[in-house]
């Protein structure tokens, strides 16, 4: 305990006052951005991207570690008070969260919310802080085909289970893939698919693409839905009543946080489900079960707690692997490839302060959402009044000038409004799109690492990857995510 | 439960029609054949050519004739979807009753584009009250008025929090040396 006393101590010296300042401000809007239905952390980190690039790289973590965890959180306002989830994570919260608020117990339902996702951030951050680095070390020895099979497994497992079909979800990532061969070949020099215009020699910009996809073509969808105000005119505030559940509902505090934190580091499975089951556990274990659904605290400390552990999950395999797990840490770790910081195991013996400096954050993050979402949930709630029509008016200013600002070149915002299409046309027609942006950050680490493997492999590439046996486990691995939806349909059809 | 792509829409978690998944095929398979093609035009040299043919051109060529292999296939589970569907009862004709939301995207988005061809030569000052204002009016049925005072807000705070937050000069157009 003195150690990790110590430790902290140490990690928290690393971190400055602008490294914090940012920490908050990403807090603050992250959890506007929760609130806000329709938007979500996705989106508040994406748009946050762009303004990073004037940042040092533990400042413009520590903008989009504050997105993650405050965006991740917000949700849960917006679940209690207008019973529909603020983000899809918060899915689980409005199971009972929503009952309190109709029997008036709006306050002590987001008092406890907020406890949850308070806990489940600190033990979610204990665990990235201790698990990292021990993966990393074993990381290490990877060579190129480990870390090529690695990627492979990243990207197959996003998108054969996330969202839609698998073969969609692979063309998905495959077009993502492609994207990111767009410019100078890394090995060579020669130029591809670059339109013979020298301003595509870099390659696309990362955040035209990401925020077209993600940002344009989900204001069009939402211009495209029936327009709708919300109304939340209750009084919300903080009910200290709820604190005493840290001790009598300790355990449900801890099984939900370990629930989502061990979801978490699984590529692709991430918040919603990591809820879901932390909240069907709380309900199995209970001696009530006939209470959840109605209004049952243990519901929204399991939903809330589990969902913030696993934002601490999911940062693990990013940094120990350099392989995201779920779009919006895929989105991060651009973020830091923008400031030449490259994840994974490597980054733990070259860039130690950048790495401390994540840890520190994502702990003091965690550690000022309680303060902060108790202190400023009347502003929080008033948030919710503000028209749909201004609110995507402003996140369409933001993205223009968010991606115009990067380079200051128009090319980019046309990049932007095509990827904006794309983003659309993709949703329309029922393909992921956290496989493409996956691809996109996962590219060139794919192609380098299987083109130095068939290098080192002269001509034999199979032989070579069968004579490394922790490359063909993690290959073995990619067939098994493949083939777990064709399972999973034989595996229902049985039952 | 499925982890959705972004914000709290549903993200399409209801199968699309297979001729959406056709098109969907078609536009993969093309897309997959173009690129495929366009590797042949990168000028890699012999010396150049490691790696078992996994090299300049050779990787982008095997992701490219990946994407016609899996754009096959789901042409080929549209083509199935089609077969039992016909089988079954004819579907009844999708009414989501969007046509009006579709309208409203198509115009917002024009506007957009247009907003992106006029910043640089009118001015980041004189286009974005224009084009916000529009946009009010069209997505939130706003008022002229109350659609001009918002958008000339709008504009206002952009411009403060780029030029006095972050230090960016916007395009100043045709109010060049004399936007603050």
Partial sequence: MAELGALLAELGGLVGLAQVGALLIGLVLGIIVGVLPGLGPLLGVTLAIPFTFHMDPVSSIALLIGFYQGGSYGGAVTATVLGIPGTPIAAATLLDAHPMALAGRSSEAVTLATLASWIGGLIGGTVLLFTAPALAKIAVRFGPAETFALAALGLTAIASLSQGSTLKGLLSGLFGLMCATIGTDPFTGIARFNFDRTEFSGGLTFVALLVGLFAISEVLMQIERTMRGWQASERIGVAFSMFRTLVSRFFGYLRASLVGVGIGIIPAVGGVTSAFLAYKLARDFSKEPERFGKGAPEGVIASEAANSATTGGALIPMLALGIPGDPIVAVMMGGLLIHGVTPGPMLFFTNLEVLNGIFATFLIGAMLLLPLGLALLPLFVRVLRVPLDYMLAGVLLLAIFGTFAVQRQTLDLWIMWLFGVVGYAMRKAGFPLAPLVIGFVLGPIVEVSLRRAATLASSDLAGYFLGRPIALGILVLVLLALAFPLLRVLWQRRA | ?180
Avoid: C, K
Avoid at chain 2, 97 to 113: E, K, N, T, Y
Avoid at chain 2, 134 to 142: A, F, M, N, P, S
Avoid at chain 2, 146 to 159: D, G, L
């Fill in chain 2, 1 to 180: 439960m499925r982890e959705p792509g972004t914000g709290t829409q549903p993200d399409r978690e209801r199968e699309t029609g297979w001729r959406t998944d056709l098109a969907a095929s078609l536009v993969s398979m093309g897309l997959g054949a173009w690129l495929f093609r366009e590797t042949f035009s990168f000028s890699v040299t012999a010396s150049e050519r490691v790696g078992g043919g996994i090299d300049a051109a050779g990787y982008p060529r095997l992701l490219a004739g990946l994407t016609v292999l899996l754009g096959l296939a789901l042409a080929g589970r549209a083509l199935w979807r089609w077969r039992t569907a016909r089988a079954a009862a004819p579907p009844a004709a999708e009414a989501d009753g969007r046509g009006g939301g579709r309208l409203r995207a198509a115009l917002s988005f024009a506007v957009l584009l247009l907003y992106t061809v006029l910043l640089e030569p009118l001015g980041f000052l004189l286009a974005t009250p224009l084009a916000v204002g529009v946009l009010l009016r069209i997505t939130g049925g706003r008022g002229a008025v109350h659609a001009a005072i918002a958008a000339v807000a709008f504009t206002a705070a952009i411009f403060v929090f780029f030029r006095y937050g972050v230090n960016i000069v916007l395009p100043e157009g045709l109010l060049r040396g004399i936007s603050p």
